[in-house]
């Protein structure tokens, strides 16, 4: 099973950046696609950032595109979320997801929190 810690969560004002790290153990990071998950306060939780192994393709949804970036080090077993021009509806506790290419497993990370206020 795939072990995922999120980190670099915290409070940031609106207009600003944040960079959250994923760190992966258990398994290679070639074997998984990776996402990252939100979920804010009385919604559900949604799928914000995918990125797909077998071809290096990323996919965000219209409320991100051009502001997240999702990165992964394999190297170093980590995954990254690059957050800009940050708004407060980005509060949301954000999670690390990977999904193993052939058993479909799914891992999740604790979750850490992101508030954007001013």
């Known amino acids: 099973q795939l072990q995922l810690v999120e980190s670099g969560g915290g409070l940031v004002q609106p207009g600003g950046s944040l960079r959250l790290s994923c760190a992966a153990s258990?398994?290679?990071?070639?074997?998984?696609?990776i996402a990252w998950y939100r979920q804010a306060p009385g919604k559900e939780r949604e799928g914000i950032a995918c990125?797909?192994?077998?071809?290096?393709?990323?996919y965000y949804p219209d409320s991100v595109k051009g502001r997240f970036t999702i990165s992964r080090d394999t190297a170093n077993q980590m995954i990254y979320l690059q957050m800009m021009n940050l708004k407060p509806e980005d509060t949301a506790v954000y999670y690390c997801?990977?999904?193993?290419?052939?058993?479909?497993?799914?891992?999740w990370g604790q979750g850490i929190q992101v508030t954007v206020s001013s």
């Open positions: 258990g398994f290679s990071l070639d074997y998984y696609d």
């Open positions: 997801h990977g999904r193993n290419l052939w058993s479909r497993v799914a891992s």
């Open positions: 990125f797909k192994s077998a071809d290096d393709t990323t």
